[in-house]
């Protein structure tokens, strides 16, 4: 299983349910990274998309405790086993968010691509510092990119074998 997110120089990835930067280069990269994938996400995650609707052209399931929860074009499940009884290939499937999502499924992971954006910004939720975790190693960083006013870089993380 994958992961993938944008984050902030300390690692804020949302504030009031919605991202921090507007950055094309890293929605183009994302799409790339997704299209026809399995992507794994929090209600309150789906709920910032426009129209509260799933990503096309991917199959999205959405993990949440609430049991009446129905989405139309996804699969709803009430907990991580239950995703992963589900059967979709796992080195298929990217979990794209939010910040409790990200928490809970990162132990299943073995690859994180993260887009650094070089800047601090107010945020209220936060992916887990990935520099910090011993079992983590940045295996690629690229050179720094411009886009939409933002200094970027896209930077993969592997779990340590």
Known sequence: MKLICAVSENWGIGKDNNLLFNIPKDMKFFREMTLGKVVVLGRK?????????????RTNIILTRNKDFKCEGAVVCGS????????????????IGGEEIYRSMLELCDTC???????TVPA???MVNLDELPEWELTYSSEPQ???GHTIRFCTYQRKK
């Open 80 to 95: 991580i086993d239950e995703v992963l009884s589900l059967g979709y290939d796992e080195s298929e499937m990217f979990v």
């Open 124 to 126: 209220d939720k936060f």
């Open 146 to 148: 411009e886009d939409n």
């Open 113 to 119: 691509y993260i887009t650094k954006v070089s800047e």
């Open 45 to 57: 995650n789906l709920e910032s998309f426009p129209g509260a609707k799933p990503l096309k052209n």
